[in-house]
C-alpha cells in the first residue's frame, strides 16, 4: 500500500515538474522574437555550447565509427556481404548513433555548463542584480543560452555522424579490406533524404529537451553549492532519460 | 504593510515607515529582522501580503512588470556582494545598463562609465575581470553601476560586511558625497551601528516586523527603549533574546542521555 502511494506521489510530483517546465518553455518562446535581435550574445552561446563541445563530439564520433566499423564487419562477413558497410554503419549513425550520442555527450559537456552558470548567477544574485537593473534576465540570458543549444546540437549531430562514418571506413576499408567503391557507394544507393531526415528530427528534438532541462535546472536552482551540484547532476540525469525516451517515440513514429 | 515567508512565519506585520526624499534613510536592526527582505519589497522582488508600498509616487501593488521595471531604471541596488557579471569587465559592468537601455553612441558610453569610475576611484581598474577585484572594489565597481543610469533612489544593501578600514571609509565618503552632489535619496541597510551614525540623516530601528525606534542617530542613543538601548550598546541579551527558542536545556540534555 505505502508503495502505491509513493509511485502515486512521485507520478504526480514529476507531472508537476513536467507542466513547470512546460510553463517555463512557453516563457522562453514568447521572449525569443525579442531576444533573436540579439544576434551577438546567441552566436556567443553557439560558441559556448558548439565550438567548444567539438572536440568531445569528433572524438567520440570516430571511435563509435571505428567500432561500428569493426563490428558491422564481423557480422556482415558471416552472411558474405560485407559491402553493405557502408550502408549499415551510415543507417547506425545517422538515424540512431549520431543524435542520441551526440545529445547524450551534449547534455555532459554544454548542458551541465548551462546549468552551473546559470545556477551560479543565481547564487551570486546576479540574476537578481538584472532584475534591479530593469534588465529581463530570461531575455537577456536564458534565451541566449536556450537558442544556442538548439542552434548547436544538430551541427553537431551532423558533424558526429560524419566523422563516425569515415571511423567505421577507417576500419573497413583500410584496415579490413572491404572495398572502397563498393562501400561509398552501396551507402548512395540505400541511404535516402529520409534516413537524413530521421537524424536531423531527432537532433533538433533532442536540442531542444537538453538545452531547456539544462536552462530550466539553472535558472530554478537552489542558491546555494550544494543546490548548484544537484542541478547539474540533474541536468545530466534527465536529460538522459528524457533523449532515450524520446528517441523510442521518434523512431516509432519514423516507421 | 504585512509580509510573511510563504504564507508562514510573518516577516513583517503593521510595518509603516516613510523615507523622507534626498536624504540618507539607515534601516537597522538584529539579523534576521527582514532588513534585506524590506529592500526586495521596496524594490517589487517580492510583494507584500497585504498593505501598500509607494515608491517614487507609485503604488507598487498591482504593477505590472513593465511598469515595475520602469520604475526600477530610476532605482539603483548596491548588493551585498556586488553581484557583478563575471563574464563581463569591470567598464562593461558599469556599460551594461546604458547598453540595454540606451541607443547612446559608443563614445558617450565610455565616457560616462569612466566618469563613474573616476567617481569611485577604479578608472585605473576598467579592463579588469571581477575576479581579479578585492570584495572593496568589487562594491566600489557595483556602486558605479548602480549609478550610471542616474537613479533617484539609490539602496544599498549591508555596503559594509567584510571590509577593511580602508574601503570602509571609502564607501561611507562615497555614499555621503553621491547624497550631496546628486540629491539621491539613499536606503541603507545595515546593522553597522557606529559606521552608519556617521553618515544617517535618519534611522529607523526593526525589530520583530515592527519599527521601535525612528530619529536622528543622536536621537536613537538616548531612546527610551530596552530594544534600541540593547541594540545601540551591542549587549547580548535583553528583549532580542540570546537563544533561538528551544525546549528545555537540562530536560533535552537528559533525555538525550536515556536514549544513549
Known amino acids: 500500500m505505502k508503495l502505491i502511494q509513493e509511485l502515486w506521489s512521485s507520478l504526480t510530483e514529476a507531472l508537476v515538474g513536467l507542466g513547470a517546465v512546460m510553463r517555463f518553455l512557453l516563457r522562453l518562446v514568447a521572449v525569443a522574437p525579442r531576444a533573436l535581435l540579439r544576434v551577438d550574445l546567441i552566436s556567443q552561446q553557439v560558441y559556448n555550447a558548439g565550438a567548444l563541445s567539438l572536440v568531445i563530439i569528433m572524438l567520440s564520433g570516430l571511435f563509435v565509427g571505428m567500432v561500428l566499423g569493426l563490428q558491422g564487419f564481423q557480422l556482415l562477413q558471416r552472411f558474405g556481404s560485407e559491402e553493405a558497410l557502408g550502408t549499415a554503419a551510415t543507417i547506425g549513425l545517422v538515424k540512431e548513433l549520431g543524435p542520441v550520442v551526440t545529445a547524450l555527450l551534449f547534455a555532459g559537456r554544454a548542458g551541465t555548463a548551462l546549468a552551473s552558470e546559470l545556477g551560479l548567477m543565481r547564487a551570486t544574485d546576479q540574476l537578481s542584480a538584472m532584475e534591479m537593473m530593469a534588465v529581463d534576465p530570461i531575455r537577456r540570458v536564458v534565451v541566449p543560452r536556450f537558442l544556442g543549444g538548439v542552434i548547436a546540437m544538430p551541427l553537431l549531430a551532423a558533424i558526429f555522424s560524419v566523422i563516425g562514418i569515415y571511423g567505421a571506413q577507417l576500419v573497413g576499408v583500410q584496415i579490413m579490406g572491404v572495398d572502397s567503391g563498393s562501400f561509398w557507394s552501396q551507402m548512395r544507393g540505400a541511404v535516402g533524404l529520409r534516413d537524413i531526415n530521421e537524424g536531423i528530427v531527432k537532433s533538433c528534438i533532442f536540442g531542444v529537451a537538453c538545452s531547456l532541462i539544462a536552462v530550466y535546472e539553472g535558472y530554478y536552482a537552489e542558491p546555494t553549492a550544494e543546490g548548484v551540484g544537484r542541478a547539474t547532476t540533474r541536468t545530466v540525469v534527465t536529460s538522459a532519460v528524457f533523449i532515450l525516451f524520446l528517441d523510442y517515440l521518434l523512431t516509432a513514429a519514423f516507421l | ?260
Not at chain 2, 504585512?2 to 537597522?28: C, E, H, K, Q
Not at chain 2, 553581484?83 to 551594461?96: C, I, K, P, Q, Y
Not at chain 2, 577593511?164 to 539613499?186: C, E
Not at chain 2, 535618519?202 to 527610551?224: D, H, N
Open chain 2, 1 to 260: 504593510m504585512a509580509y510573511a515567508v510563504n504564507g508562514g512565519r510573518a516577516v513583517f506585520s503593521g510595518l509603516d515607515m516613510d523615507i523622507p526624499r534626498g536624504r540618507i534613510t539607515a534601516v537597522m536592526g538584529p539579523s534576521g529582522t527582514g532588513k534585506t527582505t524590506l529592500l526586495r519589497l521596496i524594490t517589487g522582488q517580492v510583494r507584500a501580503d497585504s498593505g501598500s508600498i509607494t515608491v517614487a509616487g507609485q503604488e507598487l501593488r498591482g504593477l505590472r512588470r513593465a511598469d515595475l521595471y520602469v520604475l526600477r531604471r530610476r532605482m539603483g541596488m548596491l548588493f551585498q556582494n556586488g553581484a557583478l557579471l563575471t563574464d563581463l569587465s569591470v567598464f562593461e559592468n558599469v556599460a551594461f545598463p546604458l547598453r540595454e537601455h540606451t541607443d547612446l553612441p559608443e563614445r558617450l558610453i565610455r565616457q560616462l562609465v569612466l566618469t563613474k569610475l573616476q567617481a569611485v576611484g577604479l578608472r585605473g581598474a576598467a579592463e579588469l575581470m571581477p575576479a581579479e577585484l578585492s570584495g572593496g572594489m568589487s562594491r566600489r565597481v557595483a556602486l558605479a553601476r548602480a549609478i550610471v543610469m542616474d537613479p533617484e533612489i539609490l539602496i544599498y544593501d549591508e555596503p559594509f560586511v567584510g571590509l577593511d578600514p580602508i574601503s570602509l571609509g571609502v564607501i561611507l565618503r562615497l555614499i555621503r558625497r553621491l547624497n550631496d552632489a546628486l540629491g539621491i535619496t539613499s536606503i541603507v541597510v545595515s546593522h553597522d551601528v557606529q559606521e552608519i551614525s556617521t553618515v544617517a540623516d535618519v534611522v529607523f530601528l526593526l525589530s520583530g516586523g515592527k519599527v521601535v525606534a525612528r530619529g536622528t542617530p543622536q536621537e536613537l542613543q538616548s531612546y527610551p527603549s530596552d530594544v534600541v538601548r540593547q541594540f545601540i550598546g551591542g549587549l547580548a541579551d535583553g528583549p532580542v533574546p540570546f537563544h533561538f527558542p528551544a525546549p528545555d536545556y537540562f530536560g533535552e540534555l537528559l533525555a538525550r542521555d536515556e536514549d544513549a
